[in-house]
């Protein structure tokens, strides 16, 4: 802590400051340190910010600034700010603005020329992602998918051709649905991570082709519990010199026979990669 008293912390100056995603002690020391400094923290969820501080031995006034009131609490601390106060925003779990109320807190007070100064910490998506082993130098930033079933469908449909690590956040009540989902749009190769509960004792992270989700989801009961990170293998990069030929192909066979088995037999004729011509069937035929 002493090497805290040696950094400058400006007035006027709004600090995004990342909370754990489950384990209380992933706390950063320099997080702890702003929160004893700073006027006021502006956060998602009144109780449970009290509750977090609270375990640290920290009491600071609280303000709500959640998805149904931000744009209005954004003035009120940009008023705050023009006066020489430093505050403090964060979420319930993780960085703020980052699939989290904040982002139109953060716009704002940029917006009104005052300084906006951040503090990293933990974030589902990234701790997913150094755990899953899924080796790509992308990733793409989902989040939610839409909740109806038609919406969502049409949504994915649009990602078939992305070849990074694409990231989403679900809800437990809607998990067999993503992995449904997930499973008709891209096939039963791709595979697919669940990092269910991170940081926390329940825990899990689960690798497996798409043709096996909702069969391990399905095996324990508590797999329908607790907030997930889905990660889906991106699409194997086309070979632009083929892409011509291997169409074509694909067209003629697409025409005879289900999609596996031109998939399957297309890739007997180029030598290419059987899940990487699925993908590009998927997308011939959408």
Known sequence: MGEMAHQTYPSATLYVVATPIGNVTDISLRALHVLSLVNAVACEDTRNTATLMGRFGL??????AHQ????????????????????ALVSDAGTPAVSDPGARIVDAVRAAGLRVLPLPGASAAVTALSASGLVNDQFYFVG????????RENFLGTLRSVTATMVFYEAPHRI???????AAAFGPTRQVVFAR???????EIHRCPLSEAEAWIKADGHREKGEFVVLL???VPADDENDAEADRILQILLAELPLKQAAGL?????????????????VLKG
């Open 59 to 64: 009491h600071k006034p609280l303000i709500a």
């Open 68 to 87: 149904h009131n931000e744009r209005e609490a954004a003035q009120m601390l940009i008023s705050r700010l023009q006066a020489g106060e430093r505050i």
């Open 144 to 151: 939610f998918l839409p909740a109806k079933a038609k919406q």
């Open 176 to 182: 067999l649905d993503c992995a449904s989902a997930l």
């Open 197 to 203: 509960e991170l940081t926390k004792m329940f825990e």
């Open 233 to 235: 293998e991106g699409a």
């Open 266 to 282: 297309a890739a007997q004729i180029t030598g290419r990669k059987k899940n990487a011509l699925y993908d590009r069937a998927l």
